[in-house]
């Protein structure tokens, strides 16, 4: 053990660096030993060198440099190596070579240097002087020559390699190299010599590490030995090759005179350094290396200097070599042995050789070479080969040899190479001991000698382990019941069997080329002499047969497998040329001596084993060398004339009564093996025969007269086996031998024929043998060649068959659709031979018969594409079944199997043959075979479905469309959404299989979609495909029983567009990424566009599950956005327009109001064309703005060509225009006066602009010319002509929130204004009469939707729409009469309104009345027939009343800029008092809508949403209740409220506005209002607590109990109303899961209401404390502030992301930090619960924010009481962070402000406030003397507890001054008052302190920090006073009646 590399033990005397280690070497000194030797040669210091050399000379860059090699540091030497090799290639070469002395002292030590990048660069350096120097270097060559020859091989290639650079750069010639070599070869033996001499430790200096010593000296030595080889080589053998020096012919004397010179001096090393031999046990191999090289060498050319003295010692050095272990020295080992042994045989005389020769020598065989494999095994036959005949038993030696050899395979099957050398030296030394036996062995044992060595060798070593690797005994022992313990452990090793035992030892390629070897060696030996092979065929066979005996040994199908590839390699030899002598001695004599045995047994690998032999030595000669064998089994009388007859009559005859009846008896487990016995004994001579003779075996096996042969299924069974094994080894042919290379038609049979048609026939029951026939016969279950055993016609009669028995199975299918395809995929011809009179589960079984015969027998199918209806009809049916499997698992899985039932028609062959209701067992069954089937048709798919011919392809795609639609219209009772969806994954599936590219694809969706009875309905194609434009359907008389029928094919069509995309369907695009503005231009209309499609959806309007508005608007308006030409558009609208016209006879009276862009309108129109219409032009201009100014001139030339006609009018146009005309006007006066283009670049258009005015005036001249003329059957044509006018003047109208605009969109002339109010005052006047015909609240209800309207409510609804226009328009021209005509007819159409509502809740109260005695199913009927009255003709008149309302109480109340001059004759009226009464109208809509919904809930909640879905039916109306209802006055909604009152309903108006709140249906502008009544000043204490508990807001806590008895326990508790409470304390977290959930949307409701209310108490009042108190005690804050933070999404631990500025903040937390701030300054959340709605995750965390903003506020102690219970530390610091970044500075502003304002000073107190430390200090001064109190606040107040001090003292005690502070910290802590009340009660306690009251015992506080009392109750025995809440407190916690401080009873 030595120290590590360099890890020397410093001294003193050690320089701790290179450089100071250079520092104490004199100049010119070189790291040399004592006395200046290096090891034993004497290093001459260049100054003593004969030239004289003057280091003054010397360049002193150069002498710098080489003064810098003698230090230790490798870095420094090579950068100084690096320098001098430029150095000597930059000077000139008279400069350099004085540098030469110097340079080969150090020459010399660098190449015993330990750094190999040292000793390369050393030679890169030498390189550039010689170059340099060039014959400057002469004089000094021969002290370099030594040293060069040496480094030349240096073990580092890349050191030797820059070596043999340097030597060639200075002799480029390679005869000079050899010249200078001679020249010096003296010098070079003997510095070699010194080399060899050298001991580590004088190679360097004392400080070198020791491993490193010996590394550089193992390498000098190694280096030494092999350049001293390689000079012996050269000049006593002549060989060059190692020194580059071939082709070199040296003179005569020149040699001779060399080679004396290496004579000598090579004799001279041999006996300084002892013959080598030490070298040879050195432990570094390449030192050993070396010194065989240099052994091999003297003994190769100079033997002379092995001689008796020396002989003995060498010979057992040499050749006991064998312990050498290292494999690189192998190579070398075994040349100096062979060399030695070639050269000395007299060595192996002596008495070495048994003692040390051999024993290493097998214990190198046992070990496999120690590694050297692939370069020992081949020397071993030379070895043999060298070793003398007379010194060694040659009988032992071989023995020991093979025994030893054989033990060291196992160490030799590490890789394949290594393998193959192992197994080629047996074969090797096993041929030559063969060869050689008589050489060693006496005449009469030759035989024996030779015997012996096949039984020893190939057969107990080689046979054996061949087929027993794991057992050591004899095979013919060999029974599993007699191995022993440890072979029992051996072959179930690891828990496996005795079969895997076999393959736990070798690989398979082990087994294959010891088989291989075998086989070799065995050719070998019979080559030689036949009776060798004896021996060998014997133990074959009879090692064979016993292994057949064992078969039911668990390790017999391994053995027989190796048996069979033993057999296969010996049939590889079997040649005539080599005798066929695998036949006679192996295969034959085995065939003949086991058929008997296998025979008896029923072992498949044993029969595997026979058709093994046969296949690969032929079945004729088998049987025949088996016969010729003697055996009985094969012994037959033969009758024929010459011997070739004999022979095949013979071998026909052995075939036909031995083999067949063995094969074909029964079934068992060698059954498929005995087939392939029997097949491979199929000779292409005698087929016809054979085949016959099988095929008539099993044809008439156990058949009688009355049972044909199918029914026996042994016999079925069989031959289908059979069948298909021929299939199977006709696609994959075993051996050389096949027999099975001829035609495949010569299968076929007759018998094959009719049986496959009988059996195709077979009954229901039929057994599984049946199906696995059909397949064999048809196209085989396994993969094979594509051949039939049945002829074509018994083809096409097999699958007729198979389609008869699957078509019932659709007859009797649940779903009508299916029942119907059955038509479809049933030949026509056989359509009429269809029974389905049978069970379901015989039909049932039938199926799955066909589907199974089918499965196996695809490729048979194919053959008939295009040849038959057969094929389409049988692919259809695949598909069809699969997806009616499908569609019945989507029901069932969801539960509904009781939904499918059976809807044949009555005309149905199968009419009352099957159930209604499938039972559940046959759900489960046709489930199951869905499984099977649609593995079939993936099946089909992916073998031939894109190879189909287009016949057939054609006829399935017709099929499956048709059968697509019949089920999107089927009449079954099924979900209609996954009906659509369904059949929108089927047509993916047809359009992915037959959709070659995209223009077929639309072909097939132009069948899928063509017209029929029910569709479509309304537009449909043109019949002339080349056209494609729409046209209009004709109505139907019984268009009403069509309309479920077409809402479902809608439906369909719907859920294809969201498939398939839009388009693709509706615009006919190539590609489903259709409609792209990115590809706007380059798009053009597609041939396959469907505008009629986009039509006919519009029309449909709603169906199942969608609608137009969501479905098709969008697509249509991105359509438009991308194809500039619009041609699809504008052919939607042209159809819908002429549709409109079409029926405009029929569409009442326009009460679409456009000023409205809502939905609700739209329902409003009942005219399937007309409604479309509006739809689309309201997306393209109103909604999406795609279309402009362009584009409505174009509509309105087109209108104008509609509505005259010559000089009549169209009165159908003419009714429909009004519909639409504002859209049109509207989207031309965008801005208010001028034309606006929109998406058109094009200037305006002056002439069109006069003729859209000029048209407008002169529609209006047309109503009012219209009352000169009028006639009472007139009078519908003027109402249309006064709408078209109407519809001229749209109105901008934005109801909101809390917001409302209504304003004219136009500004138009003095002549429009002077033509509108004429016309208005012509229509008042007839309005006049009218008006007394129906007083206010009887005006007729439901006629809105009648069909035919009555001409008075038309008149009506025309007026009011009138004059809305008017006031809009003209209202700076009306008088005080038309004002007030105008107010009054407000008031009267909204009272009518009022009079609908309450008599609607009227009968919802009567209801909820008499609720006991009715169910809750008949409540709930009666309600909802009790709202259908709502939506009626008064409420539609009431919205424009409302509008017209709010827009008059806008321009007098809300308007800032007040129009007093023009509304004088307005207000000169009765208007304040009208403006009260609609005010009080509207309020009682308002909370007659709460009520209805209050009422209701009392009979549950499905009966509240029953009310509540009501009014989402007219959002837009109640948006105006609510919002009129906001901007009321306070007068006006407390006379509305007591009204309700007085109304004497179960409920109340607190009941209406909570109902309202609360709704379960909630209408979001209701609900802000209603938030708003509830916090108002006058309503929020009713709102909030019960009304017994509505104490005096007014009531000051400083007024003093009077009374001195406590008297607390019989107050009542303080209670919250139930709709409040039971939001608040019920609520948990599981319920405010869901983030934007009603729940959690009320929960922050209901907490805004009473924040706010406790917001509005004032500070002292009572009621604050009770309120403040209650929350303390009955909820728990984590429910509120967990839900408020769920809604802020703080990132755990982001305190630095929150600093961020708002804008930089994720948008939920810059809104819930703004409304934060929002809360804090203003105290209030009307801000953020005015923008909750629509409720979205921003707006929820803008709540949530304002809540936390406000709790903070006014519940700090709260707050911080959560704050404190948070255990998650990244949440407690992300809201730490977030409430110390928004809240926390705005709150202590605050707070600051509060003490500075609060008016607590005085003479005695002086407060200070700090806002940059926020400290509070208060001094208090009495006297001379003063107190102060200080409070420090935290960062993050409130969440942070309060510090509080007192920094003097006034006179009071220390203990007296310590409670008050203990009770002033739990003050500021605990309750949740402000801070100036802490400093409030503080002075308070020292003012009362300093008047003589005492404190309370119990709080060490004389005020009470809650109601600020003075201790009043005093105890009768110690007279101590308390305060009342601190001893009810106690009375309650110590649960006793007695005084705390004496314990007597108080």
């Keep these: 053990m030595g120290r590590q590399k360099g890890d020397g033990t410093r001294s003193k005397s050690r320089p701790s660096s290179s450089s100071s280690a250079a520092s104490l070497v004199p100049t010119g000194a070189s790291a040399i030993g004592f006395g200046g030797y290096v090891g034993s040669s004497r290093v001459d210091s260049p100054q003593q060198s004969d030239d004289g050399y003057q280091p003054s000379d010397v360049d002193s860059e150069v002498a710098q440099h080489l003064k810098r090699l003698g230090r230790k540091d490798p870095t420094t030497k090579l950068k100084a190596l690096s320098s001098l090799s430029v150095l000597f290639k930059q000077r000139p070469g008279e400069e350099i070579v004085k540098v030469v002395p110097q340079w080969a002292f150090d020459y010399k030590k660098l190449l015993h240097d330990y750094n190999r990048e040292v000793r390369r660069a050393t030679h890169n350096a030498m390189a550039s002087l010689v170059t340099t120097v060039g014959r400057g270097l002469a004089p000094f060559l021969k002290s370099l020559m030594g040293p060069w020859w040496f480094s030349q091989f240096d073990p580092i290639p890349e050191v030797s390699h820059a070596a043999r650079k340097s030597l060639q750069a200075a002799f480029p010639a390679k005869e000079r190299r050899l010249e200078a070599l001679i020249l010096c070869e003296k010098e070079v033996f003997l510095y070699l010599d010194e080399n060899l001499k050298l001991k580590p430790q004088f190679m360097s200096d004392k400080v070198t590490p020791v491993d490193e010593l010996d590394e550089m000296h193992q390498r000098v030595i190694a280096s030494s030995l092999l350049a001293l080889a390689a000079l012996v080589n050269m000049f006593l053998g002549m060989q060059y090759q190692r020194t580059d020096f071939e082709s070199i012919t040296l003179e005569p004397k020149v040699a001779a005179k060399a080679r004396e010179i290496a004579l000598a001096s090579a004799e001279q090393i041999f006996c300084t350094q002892k013959s080598f031999l030490e070298f040879l046990n050195s432990q570094n191999p390449g030192v050993r290396l070396a010194a065989y090289s240099v052994i091999g060498s003297y003994v190769k050319h100079m033997p002379s200097v092995y001689n008796d003295g020396n002989m003995k010692e060498t010979a057992s050095a040499i050749l006991g070599s064998f312990q050498e272990k290292n494999p690189t020295c192998h190579s070398l080992m075994w040349d100096s042995i062979l060399l030695f042994t070639r050269r000395f045989p007299e060595s192996w005389s002596t008495g070495i050789i048994h003692k040390i020769v051999f024993p290493r020598f097998w214990e190198f065989l046992r070990s496999g070479c120690y590694g050297s494999q692939r370069v020992s095994y081949p020397v071993l036959v030379l070895f043999l080969d060298s070793i003398p005949l007379n010194v060694i038993s040659w009988e032992k030696f071989l023995d020991n040899l093979f025994e030893n050899l054989w033990a060291g395979r196992n160490l030799s099957l590490t890789s394949s190479e290594d393998r193959s050398a192992f197994f080629k030296a047996i074969e090797e030394c096993f041929l030559w001991a063969i060869n050689n036996v008589p050489r060693f062995a006496d005449g009469s044992n030759i035989d024996q000698f030779e015997l012996r060595l096949v039984e020893k060798v190939l057969v107990e070593l080689l046979w ?36 895997d035992a076999l393959n736990t030892k070798y690989s398979a390629n082990y087994i294959q080329e010891l088989g291989d070897h075998i086989v070799e060696m065995a050719a070998a030996i019979f080559s030689k002499s036949s009776r060798l092979l004896v021996t060998f065929s014997t133990a074959f066979l009879h090692d064979c047969i016993n292994i057949i005996k064992q078969a ?27 005798g066929k002598w695998p036949l006679h001695h192996f295969a034959g004599p085995l065939m003949s001596k086991s058929f008997p045995l296998i025979r008896s047994s029923d072992s498949p690998n044993a029969v595997k084993l026979l058709s093994v032999i046969v296949e690969n030595f032929g079945s004729k000669e088998t049987i025949l060398e088996c016969a010729s064998d003697n055996s009985e089994e094969f012994q037959l009388q033969c009758d024929g004339e010459g011997e070739s007859s004999l022979k095949s009559n013979h071998f026909v005859q052995v075939f036909n009564h031995v083999f067949v009846p063995w094969c074909l008896t029964e079934i068992k487990s060698s059954t498929t093996a005995r087939m392939d016995l029997l097949l491979a004994l199929i000779d292409n001579e005698y087929f016809a025969e054979q085949w016959g003779s099988i095929i008539s075996f099993l044809t008439t096996c156990q058949q009688s007269q009355s049972c044909s ?51 195709a026939t077979a009954p229901p029951s039929a057994h599984q043998t049946y199906v696995l026939f059909l397949c064999a016969v048809l196209g085989g279950i396994a993969e094979g060649v594509n051949f039939t055993f049945i002829s074509k016609e018994s083809i096409i009669s097999v699958y007729e068959e198979l389609l008869d028995k699957v078509v019932p199975l659709f007859v009797v299918s649940p779903f009508t659709w299916a029942i119907h395809a059955s038509s479809l995929i049933s030949c026509r ?128 795609q017709e099929i499956l469309l048709q059968t ?14 996954k009906i659509c969806i369904v059949c929108s994954s089927w047509v993916l599936d047809i359009l992915g299989l037959m959709g070659n590219d995209e223009a077929e694809q639309q072909i097939m969706l132009d069948k899928l979609l063509s017209p029929s009875k029910s569709w479509p309905l309304w537009v449909a194609p043109q019949a002339d495909e080349t056209t494609r434009g729409p046209v209009l359907v004709a109505e139907s008389p019984n268009i009403d029983v069509y309309v479920p029928v077409h809402d479902k ?67 249509l308006c991105e359509y438009a956005k991308s194809c500039p030409d619009n041609k699809l558009v504008h052919s939607v609208v042209h159809i819908l327009l002429d549709g409109a016209v079409l029926h405009g006879a029929r569409i009442q009276a326009c009460t679409f109001n456009v000023w409205t862009i809502c939905d609700d309108e739209l329902e409003n129109i009942h005219d399937p064309y007309l409604r479309a219409l509006v739809s689309v032009l309201l997306a393209l201009f109103v909604r999406s703005h795609v279309w402009g100014k362009v584009d409505v001139f174009r509509l309105l030339d087109y209108i104008n060509d509609r509505l005259f006609v010559g000089t009549s009018v169209n009165q159908c146009c003419l009714r429909i225009i009004p519909y639409f005309m504002g859209i049109l006007i509207r989207s031309l006066y965008a801005d208010g006066n001028a034309f606006t283009e929109v998406n058109n670049d094009l200037p305006a258009d002056t002439s069109k602009e006069e003729q859209v005015n000029t048209m ?52 138009i002339g003095q002549e429009e204004q002077k033509l509108l109010l004429d016309l208005f005052k012509k229509r008042r006047s007839c309005m006049d009469d009218l008006s007394t015909s129906y007083p206010a609240g009887q005006m007729p209800s439901n006629v809105c939707c009648s069909e035919e309207m009555s001409s008075s409510v038309s008149d009506v609804m025309t007026f009011c729409k009138l004059m809305a226009v008017c006031v809009s328009y003209c209202w700076p021209e009306f008088n005080e009469e038309d004002w007030k005509f105008v107010v009054l007819q407000l008031h009267k159409w909204i009272e009518a309104a009022v009079v609908v509502m309450e008599e609607m809740t009227d009968n919802i109260d009567a209801i909820s009345q008499s609720s006991s005695t009715d169910s809750f199913d008949m409540n709930v009927t009666k309600l909802k027939e009790a709202v259908e009255s709502w939506n009626s003709f008064p409420i539609y008149i009431a919205r424009i009343a409302l509008l017209v309302f709010m827009f008059i109480y806008d321009l007098t109340e809300l308007s800032e800029a007040k129009h007093t001059e023009t509304l004088e004759c307005l207000y000169a009226g009765e208007w304040g008092i009208l403006r009260d009464r609609i005010l009080e109208s509207v309020l009682r809509l308002f909370f007659t809508t709460g009520l209805a919904e209050s009422i209701a809930s009392s009979l549950g909640e499905e009966a509240a949403s029953v009310v509540a879905l009501v009014w989402h039916a007219q959002t837009y109306f109640w948006d105006l209740v609510a919002g009129v209802s906001y901007y009321s006055p306070e007068h006006v909604r407390k006379a509305a409220i007591e009204s309700i009152g007085l109304w004497g309903l179960s409920e109340g108006p607190i009941d209406s506005l909570y ?68 939001i608040i304390e019920k609520s948990s977290l599981q319920t405010l899961e869901e983030d934007l959930g009603l729940d959690q949307v009320n929960f922050f409701l209901a907490w805004s209401l009473l924040l706010t209310h406790l917001q509005s108490l004032p500070p002292l009042s009572l009621a604050r404390e009770r309120l403040v108190q209650y929350l303390q005690d009955s909820t728990n804050p984590s429910i509120i502030l967990d839900a408020v933070f769920q809604h802020i999404p703080l990132k755990s631990g982001s305190s630095l992301n929150l600093k961020k500025k708002e804008t930089e903040l994720p948008a939920e937390i810059s809104r819930a930090a703004a409304a934060a701030k929002q809360a804090i300054t203003s105290r209030s959340l009307l801000f953020a619960i005015k923008s909750l709605w629509p409720v979205g995750s921003v707006e929820m965390a803008a709540l949530a924010g304002a809540i936390y903003g406000l709790l903070i506020c006014v519940l700090p102690a709260y707050v911080r009481n959560w704050f404190t219970g948070i255990r998650d530390r990244s949440t407690l610091l992300s809201v730490e962070s977030f409430t110390k970044s928004w809240c926390s500075v705005h709150l202590l502003s605050d707070e600051m402000s509060q003490i500075k304002g609060a008016g607590i000073a005085d003479e005695n107190l002086s407060i200070s406030v700090n806002k940059l430390a926020y400290e509070i200090t208060a001094t208090y001064k009495k006297e001379e003397t003063s107190m102060d109190l200080v409070i420090q606040l935290p960062s993050c107040y409130p969440l942070r507890p309060v510090d509080v001090g007192c920094s003097r003292n006034l006179g009071i005690s220390e203990t007296k001054q310590r409670k008050w502070l203990m009770s002033l910290t739990a003050f500021v802590r605990n309750q949740n008052g402000a801070l100036s009340e802490a400093i409030r009660v503080w002075k308070s306690n020292f003012d009362k302190e300093f008047e003589g009251v005492e404190e309370c015992p119990i709080c060490y506080s004389i005020i009470h920090t809650s109601n600020h009392s003075l201790p009043r109750l005093a105890c009768k025995t110690c007279k101590h006073k308390f305060h009342s809440a601190c001893l009810y407190k106690w009375f309650s916690t110590s649960h006793k009646s007695t005084c705390p401080l004496c314990q007597s009873p108080f």
């Excluded at 698992?889 to 099957?914: C, E, Y």
């Design 464 to 499: 054996h382990d061949y087929i027993f690797p794991v057992y050591s005994t004899r095979p013919c022992e060999l029974t599993y019941s007699k191995l022993g313990s440890s072979e029992k452990d051996n072959v179930q090793s690891c828990g496996k069997g005795p079969s």
């Design 552 to 578: 039911e040994l668990g390790v017999f199908p391994e053995l027989a497998e190796r048996l069979g590839n033993f057999l296969v390699l010996l049939a590889k030899q079997n040649t005539e040329a080599a």
């Design 709 to 759: 042969w199918i029914s026996n299924m042994d016999c079925v069974t069989m031959l289908a086996m059979l069948v298909e094994r021929i299939r199977y080894r006709t696609g994959r042919k075993y051996g050389t031998g096949s027999q099975l290379e001829f035609n495949m038609e010569s299968w076929q049979h007759d018998c094959l024929d009719s049986a496959a048609v009988l059996i």
């Design 829 to 956: 011809k056989r359509r009429d031979m269809i029974c389905i009179s049978r069970p379901f589960h015989e039909i049932l079984e039938m199926a799955k018969f066909a589907f199974q015969v089918l499965d196996g027998s695809l490729l048979c199918l194919k053959m008939l594409d295009g040849e038959s209806e057969l094929v389409p009809c049988i692919l259809a049916a695949v598909l069809l079944i699969d997806w009616e499997c499908g569609m019945m698992a989507s029901v069932a899985l969801n539960g509904r199997q009781d939904q499918i039932k059976n809807h044949t028609d009555t005309n149905s062959p199968s009419t009352g043959m099957r159930q209604k209701n499938i039972l559940i067992a046959e759900l489960h069954s046709m489930l199951a075979l869905g499984e099977s089937v649609h593995a079939l048709h993936c099946k089909i798919v992916i073998r031939f479905w894109e190879s189909l011919s287009k016949f057939t392809a054609q006829k399935v």
């Design 964 to 977: 697509v639609r019949l089920a999107v219209i089927s009449s079954d009772d099924f979900d209609t959404e």
């Design 1049 to 1115: 094919f809608v439906s369909f069509v719907e859920r294809l567009i969201s498939t398939l995309g839009a388009g693709r369907v509706l615009f006919g695009f190539m590609t489903e990424s259709s409609v792209s503005a990115s590809e706007s231009s380059s798009m053009s209309l597609s041939p396959y566009t469907r505008a009629w499609l986009v039509a006919e959806m519009l029309c449909a309007w709603k169906w199942y599950g969608g609608n137009a508005t969501v479905s098709i608007l969008p697509f």
């Design 1256 to 1307: 407008i005036l002169g529609w209006l001249g047309y109503s009012l010319s219209a009352f000169s003329v009028i006639k009472e059957s007139e009078e519908e044509d003027v109402n249309d002509w006064i709408e078209i006018a109407i519809s001229c003047y749209p109105l901008c109208t934005t109801v909101g929130i809390a917001t409302f605009t209504f304003e004219a969109i136009r500004s």
């Design 1555 to 1622: 109902a309202i709140l609360f709704s379960s249906k909630p209408v979001p502008s209701l609900q802000f209002t209603a938030y708003v009544f509830l916090s108002s000043a006058s309503l929020s204490h009713l709102a909030i607590m019960e009304e017994s508990d509505s104490l005096s807001e007014n009531v000051s806590v400083d007024k003093e109990s009077s009374h001195s008895q406590i008297d607390l326990p019989s107050e009542k508790p303080f209670a919250l109303r139930d709709e409040i409470s039971c």
